[in-house]
């Protein structure tokens, strides 16, 4: 069960939010301080991309942002519902044609891929989802 579900309304001016909402949240969950600026950038980077799926489709529903805490891992999971291409197909055969928002989408990829170690990207008939995670350690409370 997520611990903290987000949706927001695709416009850019959110995913601000986004980003410092999951900052928040992962150093709660016991993310190292060194990985936080990570966690911030991935975010914004596949908070962004959905916004941009969500206007370029004309999809007015709102991007979906699940950060959840286990036991020795956090995971954030950015959901859009931008149509896509059919479940087992290339993720850039997304879109009919490509354009610059499908180089920019692949950019953005590989800017999260190069961030987190644990990223899986999956594409579907009716929306897309980025699911990344990191390693957490015990959270210390002085007394």
């Not at 060194?34 to 799926?53: F, I, K, P, Q, W």
């Not at 180089?103 to 989802?129: C, N, P, Q, W, Y």
């Amino acid at each position: 069960m997520p611990t903290v579900e987000l949706l927001f309304s695709a416009q850019p001016e959110h995913v601000r939010t986004a980003r410092l909402v999951a900052a928040a949240v992962a150093r709660r969950a016991g993310v190292d301080e060194a990985v936080l600026d990570e966690v911030r950038l991935a975010v914004g980077e596949a908070c962004s991309r959905a916004v941009g799926l969500h206007l370029s489709n004309g999809v007015d529903r709102p991007v979906r942002v699940l950060l959840t805490e286990e036991e020795k891992k956090f995971s954030i999971e950015v959901g859009d519902e931008a149509p896509g291409a059919p479940a087992g197909t290339v993720p850039s055969a997304r879109a009919a044609g490509a354009d610059d928002s499908d180089e920019e989408s692949e950019m953005g990829l590989a800017v999260i891929s190069g961030l987190v170690d644990d990223v899986e990207v999956t594409v579907g008939e009716h929306g897309g989802i980025i699911r990344m995670s990191w390693p957490t350690a015990p959270v210390v409370v002085l007394p």
